[in-house]
Structures are given as structure tokens and as C-alpha cells.
């Protein structure tokens, strides 16, 4: 392909976004994945409970995830945003079928972590077509996972916890990696002062309102490419609006 400076873009062009949100369960993040415009749930765990939405039967093997995500980009549909509820129920999928691949009896089988890295290409191939949804067709993917309490090694600071994503390190960092949006769903906390033996303390407690941040914080794990505000209400208007204001 020939190239000129003239094919040269000055302007970024915004295309459907890439969103991993995680967070503990019952947080809310299914409940917001069905906020999104004409939602398909990938079903890999069963967590719809009576949120009613259009979504798969429970899908327990690798060959028919890829085979849903190939329909929805062959075949014309209405839907217009691809959840995979969750990654951390698809990860022992991949996981399965590396095993049946390789011959292994488990993951952890070759040693050295090996098992792990040789599943990778097929969380890659997952993702490639996730991105060939939302490149060609212009389909919003929304990724879940719950979150897990994990010692963060900060070569800047001495070690801490942290929620992180319920996955292998080097799967969650390519979700990490090609997601516009990782968001940390959470119930919001305050202060509140209590006095007793006319000594003052503070203690934190849980206000009922569900966030999404949308910023790293020591505590969790958080990114965005958008410039958006540290945290959100858990809503996909909110989600929207923000990213259309920046």
C-alpha cells in the first residue's frame, strides 16, 4: 500500500470502548453491564440471576465461545455491546483447553509457569476478536471479573495489598492492556466520628453508593484513556457522558 503524508491524522477518531470493570460480588457490575446499549451476555458463570437480558445458554468450552463471538461477527444483529460475564470463569476455560492441547494433566504441569504462558494465545485470539466486533461493527465490549486481594511488589515504596482482577498475572495484564476503561465497581465509604472515654476515633463505613473508579489508587487497580473523573456513579450513562465530555 502506497503512503502519503496527506493520509496523516491530526484528530483521534473515537471508536466503541474497550470497558473491564471488576469489583467484589454483588457490587453491581452485571446490573451495569445491562445498562449498556443492546446488551448480548457471553455466559461463562451463572450470574444473571433476574436481570433479564439477552445472553447465551452457559458456555463451558473454548470452542463455543469462539464460536459465538464468530457468529456475532459474520451475521447481521441488533446488538450493539458484547459482555463476557465473567473473565475469571472464562480463565479455567482457556486453561482446559490448553491442557487438551497439550497434553497436560493441569495447567501447572510443565512447570515454570509454561503452562500458563502457552495459554496465552488463546486469551489472544479472544481479544482479537473482540477488537474485530468493535472495529468492524462498531460494538461496545464490556468485560467482567471479580476482584481479589492480592501484595503489590512497588519497586517505589515498600510492599502493599491491593484489589487487583481475579485472573493469572500475565492473562489480567493483557486484558489490562488492550482495555480503554478498567474500572474498580465499589460500595463508596465515609467517616464517621465516634467518642468514647472522651477520646475521638474515625472509623470508615460503607455510604450504600456504588462507584465505578476510573483512577489507580494504591488500593486498587484502575486506568483510563479518556481523562476521566477519579471515580463515577456505577451507571453507563455516567460512563458515557463522561467520555463524550473529555
Aim: proline share 5%; aromatic share 8%; net charge neutral.
Amino acid at each position: 500500500m502506497a503512503f502519503s503524508l496527506a493520509d496523516i491524522k491530526n484528530k483521534a477518531t473515537l471508536k466503541p470502548p474497550r470497558i473491564l470493570i471488576h469489583g467484589k460480588p454483588g457490587v453491581g457490575k452485571t446490573t451495569i453491564a445491562s445498562e449498556f446499549p443492546s446488551p448480548i451476555f457471553l455466559m461463562t458463570e451463572d450470574g444473571l440471576g433476574i436481570i433479564d437480558v439477552p445472553h447465551t445458554e452457559l458456555l463451558k468450552n473454548y470452542d463455543d465461545v469462539i464460536d459465538v463471538l464468530k457468529s456475532l461477527l459474520a451475521e447481521d444483529h441488533k446488538y450493539k455491546t458484547v459482555v463476557i460475564d465473567s473473565l475469571d470463569h472464562l480463565e479455567p476455560i482457556i486453561f482446559e483447553k490448553t491442557c487438551k492441547a497439550e497434553g497436560f494433566t493441569s495447567i501447572e504441569q510443565p512447570g515454570y509457569g509454561k503452562g500458563y504462558t502457552m495459554s496465552l494465545r488463546y486469551t489472544r485470539e479472544i481479544i482479537d476478536l473482540l477488537n474485530e466486533l468493535r472495529n468492524q461493527k462498531g460494538i461496545i465490549v464490556c468485560m467482567l471479573a471479580h476482584s481479589v486481594i492480592k501484595r503489590f511488589e512497588d519497586p517505589t515504596s515498600e510492599a502493599y495489598d491491593r484489589y487487583e482482577i481475579k485472573l493469572n498475572a500475565k492473562h489480567g495484564y493483557l486484558y489490562q492492556e488492550v482495555s480503554d476503561i478498567v474500572g474498580f465497581a465499589d460500595f463508596k465509604t465515609g467517616t464517621v466520628v465516634e467518642k468514647s472515654r472522651g477520646q475521638e476515633r474515625k472509623r470508615a463505613v460503607s455510604t450504600g453508593e456504588r462507584v465505578l473508579y476510573c483512577e489507580e489508587r494504591p488500593s486498587f487497580l484502575a486506568k483510563n484513556r479518556y481523562g476521566l473523573p477519579p471515580e463515577l456513579p456505577l451507571k453507563w450513562e455516567a460512563i458515557k457522558k463522561a467520555i463524550k465530555n473529555n
